[in-house]
């Protein structure tokens, strides 16, 4: 089934389920700076009805996915979509999730009217899927939470010791926030990655991803940034996990980045082979790739 909540259905949506996040968004200065709203009512001004048109083109979108992708149906045939609609302002204009609904901004819903079905189409729809596994991970949380655990993760909360360093980190480092991940993890029983502002940042994508020593860090440090952040991207023992695809910051990326990409290599195969903007095959998979794939086989009743 899909969904489209009227601008009305849409604010109510947010009162109910993303008064928190907001607040604490809004209560970081680094964050606050570089968003468009400064309270939940203007957030609610950047709403926007989807129009006749653009239901059409994302319904068929959704249908063709579901229809082409059905080895994977317990993520995209079963589950509900819902979709609000909001202009290019909201946060940095980067499609994110509210709950279960997908927050499409104008120029996402424009690419998927695309008639001519460019590479600003396709990219768009596995656009499209990744949100949706975000959905799913806050409707199925045990479900995620157990692929996140062969993984190596830990919830943060199995680490009382490690808060007041969380605490300290916050503070020194100021990190993006990012509604698609609410839940806080440690990889290895000491690695915490976290998405950390560059020095006057001027947008929401001038950050550094980083994975940060928990055990080694230390607040009496002089330059505890150099002591205890290194790049994941630049860390042999993370891409040798979970390969070099980009943007794996959090478990909840990591996954929905994973699954997008390995659902839309499906929804490829069945487009036309004529097609110019189709995409290299698929190289070989990464260890969290094939955990990932005896997972999804795993969660067939999801």
């Not at 009227?6 to 200065?29: E, F, M, P, Q, R």
């Not at 980067?94 to 990219?123: E, F």
Request: with cysteine; hydrophobic share 35%.
């Amino acid at each position: 089934m899909i969904v489209f909540l009227s601008k009305d259905a849409s604010i109510s949506w947010v009162h109910k389920y993303h008064n928190a996040y907001l607040s604490n968004t809004l209560n970081s200065s680094q964050n606050k700076i570089l968003r468009k709203y400064t309270s939940i009512d203007s957030f609610c001004e950047h709403i926007q009805e989807v129009t006749p048109r653009e239901k059409r083109s994302i319904q068929t979108a959704i249908q063709s996915i579901q229809q082409k992708c059905w080895t994977w149906k317990c993520l995209v045939a079963r589950p509900t979509w819902t979709v609000i609609g909001v202009d290019n302002q909201v946060d940095g204009s980067m499609p994110h999730t509210i709950h279960s609904a997908i927050i499409m901004p104008h120029w996402l819903r424009a690419h998927l009217c695309d008639s001519t079905h460019s590479a600003a189409y396709t990219d768009a729809i596995e656009t499209l899927i990744h949100e949706q596994i975000h959905c799913l991970q806050k409707m199925y949380p045990p479900h995620f939470d157990k692929l996140y655990t062969l993984w190596g993760y830990k919830q943060l909360h199995h680490y009382p010791h490690y808060e007041h360093t969380i605490r300290d980190l916050k503070q020194q480092f100021p990190q993006r926030t990012n509604p698609d991940t609410p839940t806080e993890w440690v990889l290895r029983n000491k690695w915490y990655q976290a998405v950390v502002f560059k020095d006057a940042p001027t947008s929401l994508t001038d950050v550094s991803y980083v994975l940060i020593d928990l055990q080694g860090y230390a607040a009496d440090v002089s330059d505890r940034k150099q002591h205890a952040m290194v790049n994941q991207d630049a860390t042999s023992w993370f891409t040798d996990l979970f390969g070099t695809t980009k943007h794996c910051y959090h478990p909840d990326e990591t996954s929905a980045v994973l699954l997008a990409n390995l659902i839309y290599q499906d929804f490829e195969k069945c487009a036309s082979a004529s097609s110019a903007k189709r995409k290299q095959p698929p190289g070989k998979t990464s260890p969290a790739e094939d955990i990932l794939i005896k997972w999804v086989h795993s969660c067939d009743r999801l």
